[in-house]
C-alpha cells in the first residue's frame, strides 16, 4: 500500500469515527450534532389542524404572548420522553435583543416542538425546521406558566439576516411584524367559544 492510499484510510477512518460521534451525541454545546444528517438519516413531518391561520402574522400574533427578537446562543438538551406531545421538544438559550411584544428578560428558555428521537430520526412539524445556534429570528411565542416560552410551527420563528446591525438590516420584516401586532386577531377568544 502506497503513502497515498494510506493517507485515504487513515482520513476516511477519522471521518467515520466524528460523524459517528456526532449522530450519537445530542447534547454537545454545538448545532452540528442538531443540523447534521448523512445520506441514512430520516425526516418525518408531522401535520396538525388549529383554529388559526398558522401562515398569517396577525393571528400568529393574537395567539402569541410574547415576540422578541433574539439570537440562539446555545442549544440546551431535546426531550423525547414527553407525556405532552408525540413530538421531541428541544430547548434552546435565547439572548433577546428587543420586545416587540410582552415582557421578556435579556436571556430566556425557548423550546421548540420538534427535534431527533430516541433513534436518531428528525421529526418536526410540517413545513418546520430545528432554530441553528448563532442565528437571528423573530420568536413568536407563548409563554408556559414554568417561564419557558415556545413555538410549535415554522411560522412562529422568522430567521433574520445575520449582519452587524442585525436591527436595521432586517427592518422592514421587523416593521411587518409590527403591524401585525397592531392588527392582530384575538384566536384565543374563537378557541375559547
Same mark, same amino acid.
Given at each position: 500500500?502506497? &503513502?497515498?492510499?494510506?493517507?485515504?484510510?487513515?482520513?476516511?477512518t477519522?471521518?467515520?469515527?466524528t460523524? *459517528?460521534?456526532?449522530?450519537?451525541?445530542?447534547?454537545?454545546?454545538?448545532?452540528?450534532?442538531l443540523?447534521?444528517?448523512?445520506?441514512?438519516s &430520516?425526516?418525518? @413531518?408531522?401535520?396538525?389542524?388549529?383554529?388559526?391561520?398558522?401562515n398569517?402574522?396577525?393571528?400568529?400574533?393574537?395567539?402569541?404572548t410574547?415576540?422578541?427578537?433574539?439570537?440562539?446562543?446555545k442549544?440546551?438538551?431535546?426531550? *423525547?420522553?414527553?407525556?405532552?406531545?408525540v413530538?421531541?421538544?428541544? @430547548?434552546?438559550?435565547i439572548?433577546?435583543?428587543?420586545?416587540? &411584544?410582552?415582557?421578556?428578560?435579556?436571556?430566556?428558555?425557548l423550546?421548540?416542538f420538534?427535534? @431527533?428521537?430516541?433513534?436518531g430520526?428528525?421529526?418536526?412539524?410540517?413545513?418546520?425546521?430545528?432554530?441553528?445556534?448563532g442565528?437571528?429570528?423573530?420568536?413568536?411565542?407563548?409563554?408556559?406558566?414554568?417561564?419557558?416560552y415556545y413555538?410549535?410551527?415554522?411560522?412562529?420563528?422568522?430567521?433574520?439576516?445575520? *449582519?452587524d446591525?442585525?436591527?436595521?438590516?432586517n427592518?422592514?420584516?421587523?416593521?411587518?411584524?409590527?403591524?401585525?401586532?397592531?392588527?392582530?386577531?384575538?384566536?384565543?377568544?374563537?378557541?375559547n367559544?
Amino acid at each position: 500500500m502506497n &503513502k497515498f492510499s494510506l493517507l485515504i484510510v487513515v482520513v476516511v477512518t477519522l471521518l467515520a469515527f466524528t460523524i *459517528t460521534s456526532i449522530e450519537n451525541t445530542e447534547e454537545l454545546d454545538t448545532n452540528i450534532s442538531l443540523t447534521f444528517k448523512n445520506s441514512d438519516s &430520516k425526516v418525518e @413531518y408531522v401535520t396538525a389542524e388549529f383554529i388559526y391561520n398558522i401562515n398569517s402574522l396577525e393571528e400568529l400574533s393574537g395567539f402569541s404572548t410574547n415576540i422578541f427578537i433574539g439570537k440562539v446562543s446555545k442549544y440546551l438538551y431535546t426531550d *423525547t420522553n414527553t407525556d405532552e406531545t408525540v413530538l421531541p421538544v428541544t @430547548y434552546y438559550k435565547i439572548e433577546v435583543l428587543e420586545n416587540l &411584544k410582552g415582557n421578556v428578560n435579556n436571556e430566556v428558555v425557548l423550546y421548540n416542538f420538534g427535534g @431527533y428521537n430516541e433513534d436518531g430520526i428528525l421529526t418536526l412539524m410540517a413545513n418546520d425546521s430545528l432554530p441553528i445556534v448563532g442565528e437571528y429570528y423573530v420568536f413568536i411565542t407563548v409563554q408556559m406558566p414554568s417561564g419557558e416560552y415556545y413555538v410549535e410551527v415554522g411560522t412562529q420563528k422568522v430567521l433574520l439576516e445575520n *449582519t452587524d446591525d442585525i436591527l436595521a438590516e432586517n427592518k422592514e420584516i421587523i416593521k411587518e411584524i409590527k403591524k401585525a401586532i397592531i392588527n392582530e386577531v384575538d384566536v384565543r377568544s374563537i378557541r375559547n367559544k
